[in-house]
């Protein structure tokens, strides 16, 4: 067994001071404002894992034939602490994180991160950067992520990674509270083909969908939804969040993790919370003409987005080249508020949840 990595702290000579800092968590841009602190492992063929450290937020200096800027041999996770009330910071079912960080890194061909080693940064760096974590509907944002450092061009996997975890303080994914989300469909891109990378978080993967964003807002949405790369008929998932459909008979349907989509944890854990709260919960195949006519006919009652980023936010509209349609009243779901708030209250150590999701960080 690998003996336990000891981190080296060395802490911001020059970290923000409070008042500038409390001014940048006002209403934080979504991935705009940064701590003072980032952990840094390195990884190579030889040592394995070592020399782990939480420094100052700086930038890295990389060569320009890093075989990271050629190949995108990157992977990352995104996962939040958040502030109880009684001041105590927790993360949420982080080992889910490090274990998905684990099943994208066999994917890309990078080494494995020891599940605990991967908690322990995390921690690290909410421990150090606490008072970065805004009170009240806000939680600090954690970026883990690897890439290859070996300075190669030839195409294989490196003999060298960086592992590193920064913070960001957020609030809300989408501008405008609780306002229903409109998304555009996409006919002519696609995520994720079978035996592809959909189901790892791997940087390529949302470098591919950005021609679909920008798709999407130029004609007014916040978001694209999927279909599946053969046939062009099931949905799978958006850009960055899995997809649920609430009937009328209270019962929700989401798309079934064929691997092509990315197992997402909000995603695993309302279907936990939804089977709590008596609902019927399916994961099939739902096709986008099936979507169409439900929403036409009432059988479909509310629609939802579920990631860390997003939270639970309810779909008011889709739009796609060929035509469009609309979905429940403009307003927040019944059943999406309640699975939200639900969620929400045990991230936040309101509630108490199953055991393990609430993950109490020692400051
Ligand atoms: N799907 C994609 C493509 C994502 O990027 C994310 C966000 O991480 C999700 C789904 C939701 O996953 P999670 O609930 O683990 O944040
Ligand atoms: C997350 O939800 O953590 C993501 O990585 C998705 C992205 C939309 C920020």
């Known amino acids: 067994m690998t ?43 030889e040592l394995g894992w070592h020399d782990a450290r939480v420094t100052a937020r700086v930038p890295f200096s990389i ?42 890194a066999e994917r890309l061909m990078m080494p494995s991160l020891p599940e605990d080693l991967f908690v ?43 592992f590193c975890v920064i913070a960001c303080p957020v609030g809300p994914y989408f501008k405008g509270g ?60 958006l850009g960055g969040m899995n997809i649920f459909f609430v009937m009328k008979d209270g019962s929700l349907v989401t798309p079934p993790l064929s691997g092509t989509i990315l197992p997402g944890i909000t995603r695993a854990s309302v279907i936990e919370l939804a089977r709590e709260a008596g609902h019927t919960v399916r994961e099939e195949r739902y096709s986008i003409d099936q979507w169409a006519s439900d929403a036409k006919s009432g059988d479909l009652a509310e629609a939802f987005v579920c990631g860390t980023a997003a939270t639970l936010v309810s779909i008011g509209e889709i739009r796609a080249a060929s035509g469009g349609f609309v979905i429940g009243a403009g307003a927040i779901g019944q059943t999406t508020a309640a699975l939200k708030a639900r969620l929400n209250a045990i991230q936040r150590g309101q509630q108490p949840g199953p055991a393990g999701w609430s993950h109490r960080i020692a400051l």
């Not at 009170?135 to 883990?144: C, D």
Request: charged share 25%; net charge negative; hydrophobic share 40%.
């Open 178 to 237: 609780d306002r229903p989300v409109t998304v555009w469909m996409s006919e002519h891109y696609t995520r994720a083909a079978i035996g592809g990378t959909g189901a790892a978080k791997c940087g390529g993967n949302y470098a591919g969908g950005l021609a679909a964003q920008v798709e999407a807002s130029r004609n007014g949405c916040d978001q694209v939804v999927f279909l599946d790369a053969s046939e062009r008929k099931w949905v799978e998932e």
């Open 63 to 104: 060569d320009p034939a890093c075989a990271v800027l050629h190949y995108g041999q990157e992977i990352f996770e995104g996962m939040k602490a958040y502030r109880g009330e009684d001041g105590a910071l927790s993360l949420f079912r982080p080992f889910e994180n490090a274990r998905r960080f684990q099943h994208s």
């Open 3 to 45: 003996p336990k990595l000891k981190f080296t702290i060395d802490l911001n000579a020059h970290p923000t001071p409070a008042e500038a800092r409390d001014a940048s968590m006002q209403d934080p841009a979504f991935g705009r404002v940064f701590t003072d602190h980032m952990v840094v492992i390195k990884w190579t063929d």
């Open 120 to 162: 322990e940064a995390v921690e690290q760096l909410v421990s150090i950067d606490r008072d970065w974590t805004p009170v009240g509907s806000g939680s600090l944002y954690l970026r883990p992520f690897m890439f290859a450092t070996e300075v190669f061009l030839g195409i294989k996997p490196a003999s060298a990674y960086t």
